[in-house]
Nanobody, 115 residues
Framework: QVQMVESGGGLVQAGGSLRLSCAASRGIFSMNAMGWYRQAPGKQRELVAVITSGSKTNYADFVKGRFTISRDNAKNTIHLQMNSLKPEDTAVYYC?????????WGQGTQVTVSS
């Protein structure tokens, strides 16, 4: 069973930075585009950033210029470097393939940005 394990979340003040990591239980990264998603309280889950197997990236407009997605296929890991964080970035962050697959959702990691 494929399982995503997200880590690196926490509490940070506005303007601060966090680096999230996601490891998969199987070596799926080399064959799939991967994405970071987030879900804020009372809102639907939304796509934050995508990285292809060839490391091409794409970002949601609300994080462009602030967040950077990267991947390490040898370690089956992706990262999300988040800079200039805003209170509206507060959410649970998840990784999954892109497009996402229901069976691959993990527990996520909580990011809280205080004003």
């Amino acid at each position: 069973q494929v399982q995503m394990v997200e880590s690196g979340g926490g509490l940070v003040q506005a303007g601060g930075s966090l680096r999230l990591s996601c490891a998969a239980s199987r070596g799926i990264f080399s064959m799939n585009a991967m994405g970071w998603y987030r879900q804020a309280p009372g809102k639907q889950r939304e796509l934050v950033a995508v990285i292809t197997s060839g490391s091409k990236t794409n970002y949601a407009d609300f994080v462009k210029g602030r967040f950077t997605i990267s991947r390490d296929n040898a370690k089956n890991t992706i990262h999300l470097q988040m800079n200039s964080l805003k209170p509206e970035d507060t959410a649970v962050y998840y990784c999954n393939t892109y497009p996402n697959r229901v069976a691959f959702w993990g527990q996520g990691t909580q990011v809280t940005v205080s004003s």
